[in-house]
């Protein structure tokens, strides 16, 4: 038989969360950001999910052109824009819209041939430093583009650095805004600025025409741990689970795994879970990470090996070979109700955020949809 780790994609969940970026921005159209092979879930899993969107946001070409295979013919937006003029080409064929954030890509467009115009969002820097254009040059960079006859509608475009908490005692946006509506205003063109965070805390002074759900279309909270899933209502879209594969008992002094950084203070049963680092679980994950057996929260042991981490059973006697652990996501159902861990409460425990678990699952690890 084959290993018993596997990571499930909940479709229904990814309907459901592209659902809430809608209801709280209703007067928006809104892209699922499916950067990153969906964010670790797959584009084609999770396709069937985010049917309902009214455009895709990501970074590949590559990925773009499996989105059109799987007979997608709205619109996609490229969020880095292209690396090299050939990739305009593409852009042409497959009626990609794409970002302009570098002079470089304003000339590329100008020595493009094509017989129909593109669709670009200009992006300005207004605080984050990553790409786009600086304010005292974003006007200059939209008449260029203007003027161009390889471009037909120009969008207008940001991304927050703070949305997700207070920067300086203020809201994590106020500063990117006035840097954004002084840079943009009079321009013509669909606005799009909100993340997830903005979508979640601030939609009403961000939503304009486009939203941008990354993070919250996968049931990751970007304003964890001030709020959590139940707050925003947010489903989890992957969970994470295997079996436990072989069972210790500890007395008083025994150590667990590499490095024995674990030390027993009185007996214990622990299990031993078929999962590693090398499936994508965080090696610097501590003791104390959360991680349901058979649905009930228990915690890690030890250092996270290769192949295998260890779970205290102490406390669970009906637990043992072959109980099923859930890593994250949903559990098993305990007393007839549902059990859940969030992945951002295992991202937390490991010191990194929940975008990471996603996208860290292992090719060894078998996906599918639930």
Sequence with gaps: MPRPIEALVHTDALAHNLGRARAQAPNARVWAVVKANAYGHGIERAFEGLRAADGFALLDLDEAQRLRALDWRGPILLLEGVFEPRDLELCSRLKLWHAVHCEEQIDWLAMHKTHEPHRVFLKLNSGMNRLGFTPAAFR??????????QVDEIGLMTHFSDADALRQGQDGIAHQVAAYD???????????????????????????????????????????????????????AMTLRSKIIGVQHLQPGDTVGYGSAFTAEQPMRIGVVACGYADGYPRHAPTGTPVLVDGHRTRTIGRVSMDMLAVDLSALPDSGWGSEVTLWGEGPAVNSQPSRLPIDEVARAAGTIGYELMCAVAPRVPIRNA
């Design 182 to 236: 002084a840079a943009t205003d009079g321009l013509a063109g669909e606005r799009t600025i909100a993340n997830s965070a903005a979508t979640l805390r601030h939609a009403a002074r961000t939503a304009h025409d486009w939203v941008r759900a990354g993070i919250m279309t996968y049931g990751g909270v970007p304003d964890f741990p001030e709020h959590d899933a139940a707050h925003w209502d947010l489903r989890p």
């Design 140 to 149: 200059a960079a939209y008449a260029r583009l203007d003027a161009l006859p």
